[in-house]
């Protein structure tokens, strides 16, 4: 089951452009992260942000979280064409066991054009 | 430097076969995670373990097993490998509801 799901599916933008994306996701969280992943790799963190925290920055990345709407956007400012990747946000949820895993959605394919 | 390494980038076996995926971090991390990634279904979680000895079952465990012996090791088993797990294998480490640091993944074709 997907506890987070982005939206657009993909984004094509030029260079220089801003580019949005979204998340939704559906019971309450402890935080949000947002993780990149270039073709064939891992993924990479980018930012976590918590329930109690309504926006934060990091470089050209902007995150800011809504959790009366659970949903959250990243933008990425004046993009590049190594902003080229696929981007996921992923949520917290308990385990059954105590543990906590964490849930990521399908992802967002972001393809910045030179 | 924090680092997540996975035994093999590229693995290819026949069904049937009994198939190990080993991950190894080193940033002394209580959590562990293995997934599977397939094109537009995203992440999907096998297993995690939280603590040695620990594991608890994520969205698709079945025809999967994992061990856990020492904190810095987790495995991956695929008892009898069949067609349909052939994917792009991700292993994860973090702290308790921390971010999580990705291995390059195993990219294993089962034929």
């Known amino acids: 089951s997907q506890q987070g799901e982005e939206d657009p599916q993909a984004l094509s933008i030029q260079e220089g452009e801003n580019a949005t994306m979204n998340c939704s996701y559906k019971?309450?969280?402890?935080?949000l992260q947002w993780y990149r992943q270039n073709s064939g790799r891992g993924l990479v963190h980018l930012i976590l942000?918590?329930?109690?925290?309504r926006e934060k920055h990091s470089g050209r990345l902007r995150v800011t979280l809504d959790t009366s709407k659970k949903s959250s956007s990243l933008l990425i400012t004046a993009s590049r064409a190594a902003d080229t990747a696929s981007y996921f946000c992923?949520?917290?949820?308990?385990?059954?066991?105590?543990?906590?895993?964490?849930?990521f959605g399908a992802g967002t394919r972001l393809f910045v054009k030179a | 430097d924090v680092k997540v390494t996975q035994s093999s980038r590229y693995l290819v076996k026949r069904t049937g076969e009994k198939v190990f995926l080993e991950c190894v971090q080193d940033m002394d991390h209580e959590n562990m995670f293995w997934y599977r990634q397939d094109p537009g279904l995203g992440l999907r979680l096998i297993y995690f373990?939280?603590?040695?000895?620990?594991?608890e079952k994520g969205d698709i465990p079945e025809g999967y097993s994992v061990s856990r012996e020492k904190k810095e090791r987790f495995s991956l088993i695929l008892e009898s490998a069949s067609t349909n797990q052939t994917s792009m294998y991700l292993c994860?480490?973090?702290?308790?509801?921390?971010?999580?640091?990705f291995g390059p993944g195993t990219r294993l074709t089962v034929t």
């Open positions: 373990s939280y603590d040695v000895k620990m594991k």
């Open positions: 994860a480490s973090s702290r308790p509801r921390g971010e999580q640091y």
């Open positions: 019971t309450s969280i402890n935080n």
């Open positions: 942000i918590r329930s109690n925290e």
């Open positions: 992923a949520t917290d949820a308990g385990g059954n066991t105590g543990g906590f895993k964490t849930i």
